[in-house]
């Protein structure tokens, strides 16, 4: 199975828009250089584990940012919502493994279900777990990761079932020794709630004239606990989001179409053509006609 590039892309509710795999073997690998594009804020009904393979990995899930450093791994819940940042300054490297959860449990009444899939996907507090190759189960378990990625992208004799033992030993690892239950306090579940339909709002609105009482009317709060949610949930304004989420959308037009760098400016929510590129070469460190060029030529894949 060919190693893939994630695209991020996404559809209602940030649910991502990309089928992880087949539906006889769901699992996908992935292999990203992080200083050619960010992945958005999205979710999905799949395990994730990511693995810094070279330089650091700046992540986000839910309300807490990580920033790996090469060899530590993430394990990210199903349903989490998550991003990955954009490193200007390489290198970057990751690993993933996608998977969804009956590739390893199978149907629901097994006892791989029970035993391996249930309490995590119940644990509504364990969005994601650092994992530190210096600990040694967690160590073990970042081996597990890499063992599965190596097998499907070599494609292994008998990689399928080699990739899901190794996910499933990964798997009862974690359930071993993952933090004990914990029920997220009321507010923490509302203001998740609420800051994916506000997220999903912006990704519908973003080429509009956008205020913070526009986002906060769209989930009927006022713009103070509009502004609380986002500073909780993704350490930014709303309004820094709207700029980063446009000048995303930008890059992707960017290094996907031959639009002139002016229409996608209109297209993407910016009315001065001059403004956008002084904010696109803060953020992504180049001139958007300069980014087009870079990753033509290395052939990155929206």
């Not at 994992?131 to 097998?151: C, F, H, K, N, T």
């Not at 609380?228 to 980063?244: A, D, E």
């Not at 992707?252 to 400016?265: E, F, K, Q």
């Not at 006609?289 to 033509?296: G, I, L, Q």
Request: proline share 6%; hydrophobic share 40%.
């Amino acid at each position: 199975m060919p190693i893939q590039i994630c695209s991020g892309k996404t559809g209602p509710g940030l649910r991502e828009a990309v089928r992880h795999g087949t539906n006889r073997f769901p699992l996908a690998c992935y292999a990203d250089d992080m200083t050619l594009f960010s992945v958005p804020w999205h979710w999905h009904e799949e395990f994730e584990c990511v693995v810094a393979v070279e330089g650091r990995i700046r992540l986000g899930v839910e309300g807490e940012r990580f920033l790996l450093e090469p060899g530590q791994g993430l394990f990210i819940n199903s349903g989490a919502l998550h991003a990955v940042e954009q490193e200007p300054a390489g290198p970057a490297v990751l690993h993933s493994v996608v998977f969804h959860p009956r590739l390893v449990g199978g149907h629901m009444d097994s006892v791989f279900w029970q035993e391996l899939i249930q309490p995590l996907t119940a644990d509504k507090a364990l969005h994601s777990l650092l994992l530190d190759p210096q600990v040694s189960w967690q160590g073990e378990l970042i081996r597990d990761i890499l063992a599965a990625w190596e097998a499907v992208t070599r494609e292994d004799p008998d990689y399928e079932n080699y990739a899901r033992y190794r996910l499933s030993a990964g798997l009862g690892r974690l359930n071993r020794r993952r933090p004990a239950d914990r029920l997220p306090g009321r507010q923490d579940q509302i203001d998740a709630r609420r800051m994916k339909r506000m997220l999903e709002f912006l990704e519908a609105h973003y080429t509009e004239e956008l205020t913070v009482e526009r986002i906060a009317g769209s989930v009927s709060v006022s713009p103070s606990v509009c502004l609380r949610c986002f500073r909780k949930l993704l350490g930014m304004t709303p309004i820094r989001y709207l700029r980063q989420l446009r000048l995303e959308k930008a890059a992707h037009l960017l290094r996907a179409t031959d639009l002139p760098v002016n229409r996608i400016s209109l297209e993407c929510g910016f009315s001065d053509v001059s403004y956008f590129t002084k904010t696109f070469r803060g953020e992504k460190g180049c001139a958007p006609r300069e980014y087009r060029r870079k990753h033509r030529s290395q052939g990155a894949i929206p």
